[in-house]
């Protein structure tokens, strides 16, 4: 079945002292509520303590990114397995801030997206298309072949353990949101798409919107008949903005 989920991507943001005060606010506001998956990924120095405060609650957390490699000589990198040790039930593979100022190309982020699945965790594929793509005309393009490449590696039955996120890279970070419609138009592509190689996949696949979701316009993106939820950025790292980005999907 489908599952709806709000999910806080913190990028490189936090620190000890204020993670606990955030997370403490987040599971005291959204206790109680079952029909939607909550999820943060959090930098990875900061997984041992979220996994401490986090653990029994409804709100589970996960890493920003993942080595494509098992294991071996590749200084400063992170294994699946490794994220295994502390519980990470996702993580975010492809962000478009790891695609174009980290260089992961399709054939990385498939290669990270197999590695997450085959140590259980499950990747939350991002897609989306630049300003530039957009105004040639080429988004549809884009995201298929984003797509494409992680189904040429991974298959497509292995998008029943996954997710997607469609962010459209000018609408993150620059408060420039994608109207609900234009957002729905990409979504239903994606679907679409899918249900041409396995209708059962793409009806049951969740599909976040990201980019600029905030308190004053999730409500109307989460009303998107294809959109299942939001990849939350900077309002994931104010409690009050959050929870209620979290409730706007619960109601
Ligand atoms: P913002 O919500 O800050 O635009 O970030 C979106 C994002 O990149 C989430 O992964």
Known sequence: MRRKMVAGNWKMHGNLLENKPLLNAIVTNLNGLQEVSFLVCVPY??????????????????????????KGPYTGEISALMLNDFECGYVIVGHSERRTLFGEDNRTVSEKYQAAQRAGIT????????????????????????IASV?????????ANAIIAYEPLWAIGTGRTALPEQAQDIHSFIREGLAKQDANIAKDLTILYGGSVKSNNAS?????????G?????????????????RALHQ
């Open 45 to 70: 120095l900061y997984l041992p303590s979220v996994q401490d405060t986090l653990r029994n609650t409804n709100i589970a957390w996960g890493a920003q990114n993942v080595s494509q490699y098992e």
């Open 151 to 159: 189904i040429k590696l991974a298959g497509i039955k292995s998008l």
């Open 220 to 228: 109307e993106l989460f009303d998107m008949p294809d959109i299942d």
């Open 230 to 246: 939001g990849l939350i950025g900077g309002a994931s790292l104010i409690a009050a903005d959050f929870v209620a980005i979290c």
């Open 123 to 146: 990747p939350i594929l991002c897609v989306g298309e630049t300003l530039e793509q957009r105004e040639a005309g080429t988004t549809e393009q884009v995201i298929e072949e984003q």
